[in-house]
Every structure is written in C-alpha cells, then in structure tokens.
C-alpha cells in the first residue's frame, strides 16, 4: 500500500571544493559520500537533483563540461538501484519504501524534481484513500492538492499524465480511475 511522508532534503556540511581537483580525481571519494547521504535521505531522487545537491554543498556554482564526466563516472559507481524516467537515471535509496514525499512549505522541490514512479504512488495513495471510482480531472485536482501545489501548472500537469499512464494504475472500461 502506498504511504505518505513528508520529502526531506539531504543535510550536507558545505565545503569548498575547486573544479580543478575535482577533475583530478582527488575529490571522488567525498563526491561519491555525499551522493550516498543524499541518495538515502531523498530517494528516490533524479540524477539532475542528485548531482545538484552535491554541487551546492561543494560550494560550486554549476557542473560544467570537464567536471560532469567525474561525476558522471563517480554516480554510475555507487552501489545503488538505478532506474531511469524518460533518459534520466532515477537512485534509489537502500531500504526505499513505496511511498510519495508531498514537499513541506519549508523546502523547494519542483515538479520535474519528482520522478514518475513517485507520482504513481501518489495516484495510488489518493485512490486507495478514496476508496471509489474517480474521474481523471477529479484526480489530477486530488494529485496537485496532495503534492502541495497551488494550480496545475504545465509541468505539475506533465507528471500527472505521464504518471497516470502506468500500468499500475487500474482504469475502468469508461476511463476512470480505480483501485
């Protein structure tokens, strides 16, 4: 059964970290410590979040074309279930419960921060907490409500369909949602 929590971000110690010993290697053991602390305290978590996160605690501005190889390499390393969304890889943290994480008024999380499995499981939240057949527009009012979002936005509509065409999700012969 799909649960509920609150999403929490990753608390990393801000470092001071130049590009250059990045490149060099010298940096890969903590990168990949803080992609791991991040990992088990967000996933599931895209690769784009993933690699954001640890950029701004190594106090770097942006992963340019000579530092995303090293991170690239450093992330493909881990010893973690990497799925993908779309050609995103998605890290999944160790002991990852089904659950979906609405983003408290304290935090920022976008839409296109949350990978699509994550907006299934919300689906099924609502469904299962509903307990009845629901229309899709009566649904993806539930969806935008439940993950904390004021209007339905382009982007917060883009996950909902992307996240209500899985499979998971049961439909009846009308196109309505069920459990």
Not at 15 to 20: F, G, N, R, T, V
Not at 56 to 82: Q, T, W
Not at 154 to 162: I, P, T, Y
Not at 164 to 170: D, Q, R
């Given at each position: ?143 935008k409500a439940e993950l904390g979002y004021d209007r339905m936005g382009s982007q917060v509509d ?22």
């Amino acid at each position: 059964m799909a649960e509920k929590k609150d999403y929490r971000t990753a608390e990393l110690n801000v470092i001071a970290a130049s590009p250059e010993a990045i490149i060099s290697g010298s940096m890969d053991e903590e990168i990949r410590e803080r992609m791991m602390l991040t990992i088990e305290a967000e996933g599931p978590i895209l690769e784009s979040l993933l690699y954001k996160r640890v950029i701004n605690s190594m106090s770097l501005k942006k992963i340019g074309s000579r530092i995303l190889p090293v991170f690239d390499r450093v992330a493909s390393e881990l010893p973690v279930r990497i799925t993908y969304d779309d050609k995103e890889r998605v890290f999944h943290a160790e002991n990852e419960e089904d659950v979906f994480r609405p983003t408290p008024d304290s935090s920022v999380r976008y839409s296109y921060q949350i990978p699509t499995e994550e907006a299934v499981c919300c689906l099924r939240y609502i469904l299962q907490r509903e307990n009845r057949i629901i229309t899709k527009t009566e649904l993806s009012k539930l969806f935008k409500a439940e993950l904390g979002y004021d209007r339905m936005g382009s982007q917060v509509d883009a996950l909902f369909k992307k996240a209500a065409k899985s499979p998971e999700l049961k439909r009846t012969g009308n196109g309505r949602f069920t459990i």
